[in-house]
Nanobody
Framework: QVQLVESGGGLVQPGGSLKLSCAAS????????MGWFRQAPQKQREWVAT???????SYPDSVKGRFTISRDNDKNTVSLQMNSLKPEDTAVYYC?????????WGLGTQVTVSS
């Protein structure tokens, strides 16, 4: 059973930065594409970033140029560097596998962007 644990969230002012981390246990991590998602209050969960097995990345326009996803296959971790944060980035952030059935969702990590 794969377990996902997200961390690194917090309260930050607009324009600030945060780096999120996700640890995945119980999987052959390097074989999977991984992604970050977020869910704001009363909104559906949305995709934020993908990093594929080969290290290539994709982002939606809403975060492109501000967010950077990375992975460490030796440590089974995936990270999300978030810069130039905006109030609309406020959400609970989750990581999960991309391209096949999702693993059980972790608890996520809360990111709040507010002055």
């Amino acid at each position: 059973q794969v377990q996902l644990v997200e961390s690194g969230g917090g309260l930050v002012q607009p324009g600030g930065s945060l780096k999120l981390s996700c640890a995945a246990s119980g999987s052959i991590f390097r074989l999977d594409h991984m992604g970050w998602f977020r869910q704001a209050p009363q909104k559906q969960r949305e995709w934020v970033a993908t990093i594929r097995r080969d290290g290539s990345t994709s982002y939606p326009d809403s975060v492109k140029g501000r967010f950077t996803i990375s992975r460490d296959n030796d440590k089974n971790t995936v990270s999300l560097q978030m810069n130039s944060l905006k109030p609309e980035d406020t959400a609970v952030y989750y990581c999960n596998v991309i391209g096949r059935g999702y693993w059980p969702w972790g608890l996520g990590t809360q990111v709040t962007v507010s002055s």
